[in-house]
């Protein structure tokens, strides 16, 4: 544990004059930029900090709706068609896993309800059944969770994939309780007929000699929970029906699985069947030319393939942190190994799964900042990207709580700074993973009016003195 602080201590170190240089300590919230001309418009949902609920938002960031007993972070609240919406109605403690996952429609009102993964006994407290359910779910129908032209997620029936954990012992990993990573897919009425559990692949993953050692000493040990959160996969998504398939790629089966692992750096598709890994990149990403050209990525986020009928689809879609994560050989950052790979900005990028050739990037340097700014954009943890219909990308910075629509060529057509902070913590304000829908998703509000937000002059817009004599 002692060298374990070590280590955290040494990655502040490293970050922290960039992250101070980040954050202003005053600054506007809300829709800062608009221009609706250049936006796929829609409504934007998004979990606030804290548990505050799940927020609904216009354009012009008025709240349109707010559901306050519906929780998200680390699960992404979702609106699906007809104005339902999906997350928990409670949180495990000291646990970053929900008690259960549910829709409601418009009012509120409980619709589905599923958490039968695991009956949990606590010290203290009755037996409880649990969802144990973190960071990720799909609906039937679609395979992503975001807006696609012709694949609407079911509100009425269908399978849900859920991804949850599981506590395992597995000496070949570590000597200590594993919190492991556990996806399933259940019925509408609640029945689990698919599973999937990280930790049974283990030699799939490709971890070198030096990282197995530096995992087996350090995996992730969260002394408040009592379990080592090893991997932390923190998306999981279907494939979807996509072109590689069509010309006879049986990796990329529209109905096999792709997740990526905060802790490891890795990015992975499975296989229905077997549950055997097929595509993988990472952990080691100077294995090949490809990959040494792709770049390092670390402590990746809501990793996807793009779904068809959208620009880019079959390419991958990642949030790539930055930050501090992986296992393998001690140095000068990482003195015993652990979050070895290191990394004071962040991108979002989209590469070809079969040349890793990158197709697209948002990152500081691409939207024009200097090589030395790279700063200026980075969020090491959560976070997100969605592609939208007319190629824009909406962007979550997730740890600054800016939300923002950039076009193919990184310019910024829509940005939102939440306003919304913590009730414990004043200066928190991050938001999870946020999600735009078509205005006709929500049949329950009218269209509202749209109008441009001009940001201003930089160097004209300040803050006026008092107006009283000063003495």
Not at 388 to 400: C, K, R, V
Request: aromatic residues 12%; glycine residues 8%.
């Amino acid at each position: 544990m002692k060298k374990l602080l070590i280590v955290m201590a040494l990655c502040l170190v490293v970050m922290l004059p960039q992250i101070l240089l980040q954050y202003p300590s005053v600054y506007p919230t809300g829709t800062t930029i608009y221009k609706p001309d250049k936006c796929w418009n829609g409504y934007t949902i998004f979990p606030a900090t804290e548990n505050q609920g799940a927020y609904l938002i216009d354009m012009n960031g008025r709240v349109v709706k707010h559901w306050e007993e519906i929780l998200g972070a680390p699960i992404p609240n979702r609106i699906l068609p007809g104005g339902y919406v999906v997350g928990s109605t409670g949180r495990r403690e000291n646990h970053q896993e929900f008690i259960d996952l549910v829709q409601v429609d418009w009012d509120g009102n409980i619709v589905w309800k599923f958490n039968k993964t695991e009956q949990i006994k606590e010290e203290g407290k009755e037996p409880t059944w649990m969802a144990r359910q973190h960071h990720d779910w799909q609906r039937e129908g679609n395979p992503v969770g975001y807006y696609v032209p012709g694949m609407e997620p079911l509100v009425d029936k269908g399978k849900t994939l859920i991804l949850a954990h599981k506590n395992v012992k597995n000496p070949e990993i570590t000597d200590k309780l594993l919190e492991d990573d556990y996806i399933i897919e259940v019925t509408w009425e609640g029945k689990i007929i698919w599973e999937w559990l990280c930790s049974d692949h283990f030699d799939e993953l490709g971890f070198s000699e030096e990282a197995k050692n530096t995992l087996y000493r350090f995996p992730g040990w969260g002394e408040d929970r009592g379990s080592a959160d090893w991997m932390h996969i923190n998306s999981a998504s279907y494939v979807g029906p996509n072109k590689w398939y069509d010309e006879g790629d049986e990796r990329f089966h529209p109905d096999n699985i792709i997740w990526s692992s905060r802790r490891s750096n890795i990015i992975a598709i499975i296989e229905r069947k077997e549950g055997k890994i097929v595509w993988k990149v990472g952990p080691d990403y100077s294995a090949s030319p490809a990959l040494r050209k792709l770049g390092q990525i670390i402590g990746p986020h809501h990793v996807h393939m793009i779904p068809k009928g959208l620009p880019g689809e079959g390419n991958i879609l990642v949030f790539d942190n930055g930050g501090a994560d992986g296992y393998g050989a001690p140095n000068p950052g990482s003195p015993t190994g652990f979050n070895n790979a290191i990394r004071d900005f962040s991108r979002v990028i989209e590469f070809n799964p079969l040349t890793l050739e990158k197709v697209w990037e948002y990152s500081a340097r691409a939207a024009g900042f200097k090589k030395n700014d790279s700063f200026k954009f980075y969020s090491s943890y959560i976070s997100s990207a969605q592609r939208l219909p007319n190629g824009n990308t909406l962007i979550t910075e997730g740890a600054d709580g800016r939300i923002f629509e950039v076009t193919p060529e990184c310019t910024i057509v829509w940005e939102y700074v939440c306003p919304i902070f913590g009730i414990k913590d004043k200066n928190w304000n991050i938001v999870y993973r946020a999600y735009r829908v078509p205005y006709e998703w929500v049949p329950q509000l009218k269209k509202p009016v749209e109008r441009a937000v001009i940001p201003p002059d930089l160097s004209k817009f300040k803050i006026k003195p008092h107006t009283e004599t000063l003495y």
